[in-house]
């Protein structure tokens, strides 16, 4: 079975400052992805970032980027030059490749910025 | 980009009646389709898997019976949550994945169920 832990569940940033999200994982697997989610209070679920396990550089995308370590399962994401719209909640994300591709979410954290 | 798109957003019924919730892949095909089930600042809870054409596989401790999954297109998948009462009462995501070898999802708006 796949877990994914998110240990922080609340956080707050100032706003440009720059603040990580921690996220580790327990799997046998050798081939999945790991995601991770924002949730705005419109509640609709909007893709942040998506690294594809057998490789090695950290997937960025504009100011958000993630420190993978495959051998340690952990997969934290930075966000850089913190912005009033990035108040939500993130939710780090498993997906093994089978049938269906299913997701396993973690907790999530709640992150605030205070401007 | 794709997208997939859940109606009602909201939705308010009486205990004991019955409440359908839709889930469309606007512009693309999805032959497998998700349903989670989420509490107040919890996490998505994976209920069932919605297959076109066959059966959903529903995850452990989910009620077949309360929670009727049709996915009868390529592009449709409903939930239908019978005899509601006000336990049911959550918000409700679908997603479906895409790309290739569907290594993406999309979700849908989320639909708010209140039993009363």
């Known amino acids: 079975a796949q877990t994914v832990t998110q240990s922080q569940p609340e956080m707050s940033v100032q706003e440009a400052e720059t603040v990580t999200l921690s996220c580790t994982y327990d799997t046998s697997e050798n081939n999945y992805y790991l995601f991770w989610y924002k949730q705005p209070p419109s509640r609709q679920m909007i893709l942040v970032i998506r690294q594809e396990a057998y490789k090695q550089q950290n997937a960025t995308e504009n100011r958000f980027s993630v420190n993978f370590q495959k051998a340690a399962k952990s997969f934290s994401l930075k966000i850089s030059d913190s912005q009033l719209g990035d108040t939500a909640m993130y939710f780090c994300?498993?997906?093994?490749?089978?049938?269906?591709?299913?997701?396993?979410f973690g907790t999530g954290t709640s992150l605030t910025v205070i401007p | 980009g794709a997208v997939v798109s859940q109606h009602p957003s909201r939705v308010i019924c009486k205990s004991g009646t019955s409440v359908k919730i839709e889930c469309r892949s606007l512009?693309?095909?999805?032959?497998?389709m998700f349903w989670y089930r989420q509490f107040p600042k919890q996490s998505l809870m994976l209920m069932a898997t919605?297959?076109?054409?066959?059966?959903?596989?529903?995850e452990q401790g989910v009620e077949k019976d309360k929670f009727l999954i049709n996915h009868a297109s390529l592009t449709l998948s409903t939930l239908t949550v019978t005899s509601a009462h006000p336990e049911d009462s959550s918000f409700y995501i679908c997603s479906a994945p895409w790309g290739g070898m569907n290594t993406e999802a999309f979700f849908g708006q989320g639909t708010r169920l209140t039993v009363v």
């Open positions: 994300a498993f997906m093994k490749l089978g049938p269906g591709n299913q997701f396993y």
């Open positions: 512009d693309f095909q999805a032959t497998t």
């Open positions: 919605s297959n076109e054409g066959s059966k959903a596989t529903y």
